[in-house]
């Protein structure tokens, strides 16, 4: 035995252990990537903006309608003016956005667990499992999604943000589930899968311990994609006035006193602020996951 | 021919299941809505004894299964309900406003088709020119951007500001039916709707074009017909396009689930008589016979567009049927 | 009683077809084989691929699913693997092919051998790490490696941390996957005298699956030769080299080439007059769907596929 261990004593390696692919990648891609890294410093400083100056301040005052001053033009006292209710417009912008943050990243959170956990157990089982849960994710993926969610938002009794985002995920965690599967499907074929099985490490611990670390990068990649796009689909939500509760301002929420030719036409500082706020954050979250598949995607990478 | 048959039955058998399911989830988000086909309907000041005689009659103390396939036959039947709120059949009144939405649909799917397509390969075939740049800059803000934003920009722009369109409503009130008058009154109110649907919806498939034709160009057949010294534009109109635009064709389908969305939100902002703004009117003034209705039609809509562009798409490319 | 006996094997894939997606036909992958493995021996399983014995190897262990056979282990049936006590089944692993997709690129070196530790013994973590040091040390790697990540070790290195892992639980058998073909020649000499080393250490029993009938003569005791499915010939290293009774082992055999370059002429011609006898008499050797025929007994070791006389 001594003889081989001469042999095949490990060349001199001095570097530090790393995971292969770990984020360094993914930063190395944003730094490289202009508009991706400005869009991520806007992001932190937007969130850390909206999360701490609302702590500041008084939700119930805000929303509490004010008689005395409805429809309001900007001025020092309301930056932003003031709506139909007289109530500040631009505290309810702050909180809308941090409301809107909130929930988008909630719901991308809650729809991607499941979602993994559905195409984890479809990609790893495969066959008829497969076959099965693949069938009931088409009949979510053709749903018309935004009635049969208003419809809910319609019926469900006490309704609050908990139930809000519950409604949400439960029709929005088809794509995720769908990709992973994919990459389950081709996962499961590998020997360290195959391995793990020799070892006697159960289903679910493979699927969750082996498994799983092997898809973090496109998980994450899509998460942020999906963000963005919840993010529209709240405020779109709340826009129709199925999203946040009446005491919650969200962006939408903002955005639908639009509905009201007069403020559309007369009071565009109610409505033009959240509208390009939305459209920035959505853009900026996408800028920096466009920025994050580049890096997951070998051919693509820029540095 | 063989495999597409087969592969059109099973799409066809897995479709059914669909709509049964379908209509079972409708059928229990009309259970779960508050009050029933009779506390929208009933003088209220029946006595309660001859009220729960209706409902006996009406079959409502039967057990779920069997009022479903009551629902169900009723449906069969073209019997949706009565809506409470216009005193009138379901079936009547979606039939009204289903026109404006069908028209509404039809000219956004024209308009999606005619701005796509010439954007798509103007920016494929001419990848990373200015022309490019301008058409991918556009369709990375429009993906980003939600329709209804988009919708109220325009509205308050052309609408309110330039007053180039109608702010409201399918026709000039007072107008004729059958007129000339009448019918380029009504395009001229769904044209801004239309565009602000068709310019967001576009989006996707001019990048799949533009993908599609920036990878045709790379392939051998396409090289060996240039060398062969075919002239660029034959090259394009014979090999390149064919290639690509046979499946955006088949796409149509697809865009149904999108447009049902878009039509909700379209419809409410520039207050559009149609399906979109009855199934919101519905819910909120709680006319659920209506909006359980809607929900169904829509959901059906979307399953069927699915299934006929699977199929188309299967026609034109059989790699999407090994699967 | 046989250390290891399979009875009978068949691995029959099902291909799907139809609107349903109903089975119309299977490829038999393994179609009726049986051997035994000797406690302390090697089996060499050999072939060209498809012919059925990573299935069969596969097979032994659980991971494809037997259509009919017995696998018997010690006296006790381990033919189901969901009827299989877990701890009896830790006694049989596997070394696999590809020193890169089997060790999970994402895990520390530690993780990955420590995994059947953690299955199957309760120890500490401090306990755990020492031994994982000690085998890694046995497979002569230092033990500071376990801190590393797979991607940081070259080819050979990744198989004797396969191979760390495959005997961190003390297993009487394992199979053996095409252990060296996936590295370089230079390094795969050192590998399988390693491997006989930790065989002779430890009392371990191999399956050792390859194409490589050099690699199999230098590491095997018995051999099964697999074709489509089926058994050609099987016997000890000396019968199967010495005597090759088949014409598909006279064939493979002949196809081993010779280092002396005198010899060259000779060796050519041989090569020939076996192919003109494998062409002429392939019709004596296998059935008319080209499958090979049930086993007969040569001498006391020695089988061969042949037609049953008479």
Redesign the interface.
């Known amino acids: 035995?001594e003889k081989?261990?001469a042999?095949?004593?490990?060349?001199e390696?001095t570097?530090e252990?790393?995971?292969?692919?770990g984020f360094s990648i993914f930063w190395r891609e944003i730094v490289r990537d202009k508009l991706a890294l400005i869009s991520l410093i806007f992001l932190v400083l937007i969130s850390a903006f909206v999360y701490g100056i609302s702590l500041f301040m008084n939700q119930e005052d805000i929303v509490t309608v004010d008689l005395f001053s409805i429809h309001q033009p900007p001025s020092s006292d309301f930056w932003l003016g003031t709506d139909y209710g007289g109530r500040d417009v631009f505290g309810q912008l702050i909180i809308g956005t941090r409301n809107s943050l909130s929930i988008g990243i909630l719901v991308t959170l809650m729809s991607g667990a499941i979602g993994i956990l559905f195409g984890l157990i479809a990609g790893y089982f495969g066959g008829t499992v497969d076959?099965i849960m693949m069938r009931i994710l088409d009949f979510f993926m053709v749903l018309p999604f935004l009635m049969i969610v208003i419809v809910f938002v319609a019926i469900v009794p006490k309704y609050s943000i908990i139930s809000f985002s519950l409604i949400m995920t439960l029709f929005l965690w088809m794509g995720i589930a769908r990709l992973i599967r994919s990459k389950a499907l081709q996962e499961r074929e590998?020997?360290?899968i195959?391995?793990?099985?020799?070892?006697?490490?159960s289903n679910f611990k493979i699927m969750m311990t082996?498994m799983l670390?092997?898809l973090?990068s496109i998980i994450i990649v899509n998460m942020t994609l999906n963000l963005a796009a919840n993010i529209g689909i709240e405020s779109g939500l709340s826009f129709l006035g199925f999203g946040f509760p009446e005491d919650t301002p969200s962006l939408g929420t903002l955005l639908s006193y639009a509905t009201n030719p007069q403020t559309l036409e007369f009071r565009w500082w109610i409505w033009v602020p959240p509208a390009i706020l939305i459209l920035v954050l959505m853009l900026a979250v996408r800028n920096v996951g466009e920025a994050l598949k580049r890096a997951t995607d070998a051919r693509q990478r820029r540095g | 021919m063989n495999g597409m048959w087969?592969f059109t039955?099973?799409r066809i058998?897995i479709m059914i299941p669909q709509v049964v399911l379908l209509s079972i989830l409708v059928f229990i988000m009309a259970k779960m809505m508050p009050g029933d086909a009779l506390s929208g309907l009933m003088d209220p000041n029946l006595d309660p004894a001859t009220l729960e005689e209706l409902r006996e009659k009406l079959g409502l103390n039967d057990p779920w299964y069997t009022q479903y396939i009551h629902w169900i036959g009723d449906l069969f039947h073209g019997d949706m309900g009565e809506s409470f709120r216009y005193k009138m059949p379901v079936s009547e009144l979606i039939g009204q406003r289903m026109v404006n939405t069908f028209w509404l649909s039809l000219v956004t799917l024209i308009l999606i088709y005619l701005i796509s397509v010439p954007l798509g390969i103007i920016s494929g075939r001419y990848n990373d020119s200015l022309l490019d740049q301008a058409i991918t800059g556009y369709t990375y803000i429009g993906f980003a951007t939600p329709l209804f934003i988009f919708a109220l920009v325009l509205l308050w722009i052309f609408g309110f500001q330039f007053g180039w369109f109608p702010t409201g409503g399918s026709v000039t009130p007072g107008s004729t039916p059958g007129t000339l008058d009448y019918i380029s009154s009504k395009l001229y109110h769904l044209l801004l709707p239309a565009i602000s649907m068709a310019l967001i919806g576009t989006v996707g498939t001019v990048q799949y074009l533009r993908n599609e034709i920036i990878d045709t160009k790379q392939k051998d057949f396409i090289l060996t017909a240039r060398a062969k010294g075919a002239s660029e534009s034959r090259v394009y109109n014979r090999h390149v396009l064919r290639n690509s635009l046979l499946p955006i064709a088949a796409f149509f389908g697809y865009e149904i689930t999108g447009l049902i969305s878009g039509t909700v939100f379209v419809e409410s902002i520039y207050t559009y008589p149609g399906m979109g703004q009855l199934f919101l009117e519905s819910i909120t003034t709680r006319d659920y016979s209506v909006a359980t209705a809607l929900t169904l039609l829509f959901g059906i809509a979307a399953i069927l567009g699915t299934l006929i562009s699977d199929i188309i798409l299967s026609l034109v490319d059989p790699r999407i049927r090994i699967k | 009683m046989a250390f290891l006996e399979v009875k009978d094997l068949k691995v029959h894939f099902p291909i799907k077809g139809?609107?349903?997606?109903r089975t119309v036909d299977y490829v038999k992958a393994v179609d009726g084989v049986s051997f035994e493995i000797e406690k302390g021996k090697t089996y060499g399983l050999v072939g060209e691929s498809g012919s059925g014995k990573t299935t069969t190897g596969?097979a032994i262990?659980?991971?494809n699913h037997i259509t009919a056979g017995k696998i018997v282990f010690e006296g006790k049936d381990i033919t189901d693997p969901r009827k299989t006590k877990?701890d009896f089944?830790?006694n049989?692993?596997?070394i696999?092919?590809?020193p890169y997709?089997?060790?999970?690129?994402?895990?520390?070196v530690l993780d990955i051998v420590a995994?059947?530790l953690r299955?199957?013994e309760k120890m500490s973590k401090a306990e755990e790490r020492k031994r994982v040091q000690e085998l890694l040390?046995?497979v002569?790697?230092?033990p500071e490696?376990i801190?590393?990540?797979p991607?940081?070790?070259?080819g050979?290195?990744r198989q004797?941390i396969?191979i760390a892992?495959a005997i961190a639980?003390k297993p009487q058998l394992i199979i053996a996957d095409e252990p060296v073909s996936a590295l370089d020649v230079s390094v795969q000499a050192?590998v399988l005298?390693?491997m006989r080393?930790i065989q002779k250490?430890l009392g371990l029993t191999y399956l050792f699956i390859s194409h490589d009938l050099g690699v199999i003569r230098h590491m095997c005791d018995q051999i099964g030769i697999m074709y489509r499915g089926r058994f050609v010939e099987e016997g000890t290293t000396e019968d199967i080299f010495q005597s090759p009774q088949h014409i598909y082992t006279k064939r493979l055999v002949a196809a081993i080439p010779d280092i002396d370059p005198t010899k060259r002429e000779v060796h050519m011609q041989f090569r020939q007059k076996v192919k003109e006898e494998y062409e002429q008499s392939y019709h004596d050797y296998f059935d008319n769907q080209g499958l090979a025929y049930s086993l007969q007994p040569v001498s006391s070791t020695h089988y061969v596929a042949l037609p049953e006389k008479g």
């Open positions: 035995m081989n261990v042999v095949l004593e490990e060349t390696q570097e252990s790393k995971s292969p692919t076959n590998l020997d360290y195959q391995a793990s099985k020799t070892m006697g490490s082996q670390p092997n973090s | 087969k039955v099973r058998l | 139809g609107i349903f997606g596969r262990i659980g991971l877990q089944r830790k049989v692993q596997m696999f092919q590809d997709s089997s060790l999970n690129a994402k895990k520390r995994e059947p299955n199957f040390e046995l002569g790697l230092s490696s801190v590393k990540y991607h940081q070790f070259s050979g290195q004797r396969g892992r639980l050192q005298n390693f080393e250490e």
